[in-house]
C-alpha cells in the first residue's frame, strides 16, 4: 500500500517569497492533516480536512497560509510570503475517519523540509 | 487545554540497556485516545500504538510496552534490551473527540542507542 507523498522534500526561498507544498494521501483515508514541525519540536496541527471540507484551521497564521483540497483527496498548503520563522518541516497525514469521534491512527509522510533564508 | 508533557529532552543509554520514556498528558475530556510516535533520521513520524482512554491495560509488543495510568496521567513506553536501531525522537501525542481528531504531541525524547 502507498503511503503519503509529499513534495518536494526540501526547498530554500528567501524570505518574501512564495512557496507551495503537495501532498497525496493515502487511498480512501478521509482526513488529512497538515502539521508544522519546528527544530527541536513535536509537529504543531496547522489545518484538518474532513474530506474536502475544514474541521480545524485555528493554528493557521491566515494572513500568509492557505491550504486547500480539491475534490476530498490531493492537498497543497501555500505560504505568501514567507518569513524566517516559516522554516520547518511540513508534514502531510492522513487518516480512516468517517466521523469526528477519533482515535485513528494517523499515517505521515517524509514531510517538506523548508528554510527561508 | 489539552497538553503533553514529555520531561525527558535526551537519553542515552548502552545496547541491551532498559529504557523508559515518560510522558504525561492533561486533558478534562472523558474520551481521549494516547499515541506513541518514532521518528527516526529519515523524518517520516511512524505510528507505534495507539490506546484509548477507556482501556488501562498495559500492552507488551516485541521489545516494547507501554504503562497507561489514568491515576497519574501518564502514558510511558518502555524499550526492553535496546538496539542501536532504536535511536530516534520519540512523541507521545494525545487526541480529544471534543477537539476534532488531530494530535497534540509533546516535544520529544530523542533517543541515542550507542553500541
Known amino acids: 500500500e502507498a503511503g503519503v507523498a509529499q513534495s518536494p522534500r526540501y526547498k530554500i526561498i528567501e524570505k518574501r517569497q512564495s512557496v507551495a507544498f503537495w501532498c497525496n494521501p493515502i487511498s480512501g483515508h478521509a482526513t488529512l492533516y497538515w502539521y508544522q514541525q519546528i527544530l527541536g519540536q513535536g509537529p504543531k496541527l496547522l489545518i484538518q480536512?474532513?474530506?474536502?471540507?475544514?474541521?480545524?484551521d485555528s493554528q493557521l497564521p491566515k494572513d500568509r497560509f492557505s491550504a486547500e483540497r480539491l475534490k476530498g483527496v490531493d492537498s497543497t498548503l501555500k505560504i505568501q510570503p514567507a518569513k524566517l520563522e516559516d522554516s520547518a518541516v511540513y508534514l502531510c497525514?492522513?487518516?480512516?475517519?468517517?466521523?469526528?469521534?477519533?482515535?485513528?491512527?494517523?499515517?505521515f509522510g517524509q514531510g517538506t523540509r523548508l528554510t527561508v533564508v | 487545554a489539552q497538553k503533553v508533557t514529555q520531561a525527558q529532552t535526551e537519553i542515552s543509554v548502552v545496547e541491551k540497556e532498559d529504557v523508559t520514556l515518560d510522558c504525561v498528558y492533561e486533558?478534562?475530556?472523558?474520551?481521549?485516545?494516547l499515541f506513541w510516535y518514532k521518528q527516526p533520521p529519515s523524518g517520516e513520524l511512524v505510528f507505534l500504538i495507539r490506546?484509548?482512554?477507556?482501556?488501562?491495560q498495559n500492552e507488551i509488543s516485541g521489545r516494547y510496552s507501554w504503562n497507561f495510568q489514568k491515576s497519574t496521567s501518564s502514558f510511558n513506553f518502555t524499550i526492553t534490551a535496546s538496539q542501536v536501531v532504536d535511536s530516534a525522537v520519540y512523541f507521545c501525542?494525545?487526541?480529544?473527540?471534543?477537539?476534532?481528531?488531530?494530535?497534540?504531541f509533546g516535544k520529544g525524547t530523542t533517543l541515542s542507542v550507542s553500541s
Open positions: 501525542a494525545l487526541s480529544v473527540s471534543q477537539a476534532g481528531t488531530a494530535l497534540i
Open positions: 480536512f474532513q474530506n474536502n471540507g475544514v474541521v480545524d
Open positions: 486533558t478534562r475530556d472523558t474520551t481521549y485516545y
Open positions: 497525514a492522513s487518516s480512516l475517519e468517517g466521523n469526528r469521534e477519533g482515535g485513528f491512527e494517523a499515517f
Open positions: 490506546r484509548n482512554s477507556f482501556d488501562e
